[in-house]
């Protein structure tokens, strides 16, 4: 292992410099993290295992995360902003109820059967994964569909209804049928997208 790097942003470099390596160094580190918590398990990991997937000195770790469960919270926050931001697009673009609730659940589960190594982390570290839910990025989401309830009901396209009641239940639900979903072979997102998508449409029917 290379020990070159022990400086995120020695003495004498140029800021503008020092902040890309700086940025550099801790885009590794989580790439790292990603496939070693992918392929041993979060808990069966150790910083000394993620720093051994990159070409910095232990000691650089610790200029960045703590410990290793802050680098799964900010591998699973920077998903949770990306995966926030393509589900509520796609619900933007929903012209009827069906659509409102099957786009968000297919763009969802979509990205996830589409990243090999995102797969592998959510797959083999659903349970801790499952805890941080009531972290504010994670958690957000349920308030983002929250919000795009509230305006579907608004413009006419989702019947009124309990909201809050609603969106906590749809993030649970897709949350666990992606995971199920993750670990059938072959992964069937159609046929997930499909029952939770009948699942909510029917819930939401009912409270006509």
Same mark, same amino acid.
Request: charge should be negative; avoid cysteine; charged fraction near 30%.
């Given at each position: ?29 989580? &790439? ?5 918590? #992918?392929? +041993? ?19 650089? *770790?610790?200029? /960045?995360?703590?410990?290793? @469960?802050?680098?799964?919270?900010? +591998? ?10 393509? $589900? ?8 009827? !109820? @069906?659509?409102?609730? @099957? ?5 969802? *589960? &979509? ?5 090999? +190594?995102? *797969? ?18 994670? #958690?957000?989401?349920? $308030? ?7 305006? #579907?009901?608004?413009? #006419?396209?989702?019947?009124?209804? %309990?909201? @809050? /009641? ?9 949350? &666990? ?7 059938? %072979? ?14 909510? !449409? ?7």
């Amino acid at each position: 292992m290379s020990t070159e790097v022990r400086d995120p942003a020695p003495d004498g470099v140029p800021s503008g410099k020092r902040e890309l390596t700086k940025a550099a160094n801790r885009a590794a580190i989580l &790439e790292a993290a990603l496939v070693v918590f #992918g392929e +041993l398990g979060y808990g069966a990991a150790t910083v000394r295992d993620i720093v051994r997937r990159t070409d910095l000195a232990s000691g650089t *770790f610790y200029n /960045y995360f703590p410990d290793k @469960e802050s680098v799964l919270r900010a +591998l699973v926050e920077d998903v949770a902003v990306e995966v926030r931001a393509l $589900v509520r697009e796609a619900r933007r673009a929903a012209t009827d !109820l @069906e659509s409102f609730i @099957e786009s968000g659940f297919r763009a969802y *589960f &979509e990205f996830l059967e589409a990243d090999p +190594l995102m *797969f592998e982390l959510l797959r083999r570290n659903a349970g801790t994964i499952r805890a941080l839910y009531e972290e504010p990025a994670v #958690g957000a989401g349920a $308030v983002d569909l929250e919000e795009d309830l509230r305006a #579907g009901i608004a413009a #006419g396209v989702v019947p009124d209804h %309990d909201v @809050e /009641y609603m969106s906590r239940s749809m993030v649970g639900a897709g949350f &666990e049928i992606a995971i199920l979903m993750l670990e059938r %072979d072959p992964v069937d997102v159609d046929g997930a997208v499909r029952f939770v998508s009948d699942l909510f !449409l029917g819930g939401i029917e009912r409270q006509r």
